[in-house]
Every structure is written in structure tokens, then in C-alpha cells.
């Protein structure tokens, strides 16, 4: 079955940077896109970025741009979430996902258990 495991997460203060990275297992992942959504407490899952298979496109929301990077191996069935300048409303849980296309991505076909990501001010 196919396993998406996060790991990276932690406790960070304002201004600092956390690296995020997923690890996909369970199926061949060829030409499938890669992201990350994040869920703060009271407050529904939102997309954050999402990468291509070739890493050509990539796709950030609003408020993670020029602070987020995301990046992929292909070899390892790896996503990564570089994440700097951080603020405490970055505070989540944040979620692997995967899906079939770019276009598809805002419903991913799959989801890791996610990992906590805690910014104090």
C-alpha cells in the first residue's frame, strides 16, 4: 500500500528555517506531482506548493512565497519543503501529498499522517 512519511517537523523560533521532507513508498510514483497542504488548529487544510514530476512547475500559495522553496528526487521518492523566515501563523501540522497531475493537486490521491511545525514568537 502506498505510505507517505513526513519527517522534519519541529519547534522553531520566529525568523528561523525547518526543512520538511516525505518519503514515498508502495507504488512506482513516475509522473506523479508532489506537495505539501497545512492544517493550524481551528482551521481547514490549505495548499501550500506543489512540484511536477520534471520539477518544471512549481506552485506556491500567496503567503509562502519567496519563504517556501519545495523541491523533489525522483530517484528517492522524495519531496522537500524548505521553509525560512518563519512565522508563528506558519504553526501546523503539515501534510505530504501526492497526486496523478499538476491540475489535480488542490485533491491529491494520497496523504501522509503529517508533521508538526511549531513557530513562537
Known amino acids: 500500500q502506498v505510505q507517505l512519511v513526513e519527517s522534519g517537523g519541529g519547534l522553531v523560533q520566529a525568523g528561523g528555517s525547518l526543512r520538511l521532507s516525505c518519503v514515498a513508498s508502495?507504488?512506482?510514483?513516475?509522473?506523479?506531482?508532489m506537495g505539501w497542504f497545512r492544517q493550524a488548529p481551528g482551521k481547514e487544510r490549505e495548499f501550500v506548493a506543489a512540484?511536477?514530476?520534471?520539477?518544471?512547475?512549481?506552485d506556491y500559495a500567496e503567503f509562502v512565497k519567496g519563504r517556501f522553496t519545495i523541491s523533489r528526487d525522483n530517484a528517492k521518492n522524495t519531496v522537500y519543503l524548505q521553509m525560512n523566515s518563519l512565522k508563528p501563523e506558519d504553526t501546523a501540522v503539515y501534510y505530504c501529498?501526492?497526486?496523478?497531475?499538476?491540475?489535480?493537486?488542490?485533491?491529491?490521491?494520497?496523504w501522509g499522517q503529517g508533521t508538526q511545525v511549531t513557530v513562537s514568537s
Open positions: 501529498a501526492v497526486g496523478l497531475k499538476m491540475a489535480t493537486m488542490m485533491t491529491p490521491d494520497y
Open positions: 508502495g507504488r512506482t510514483f513516475n509522473n506523479y506531482a
Open positions: 512540484i511536477s514530476w520534471t520539477s518544471i512547475t512549481r
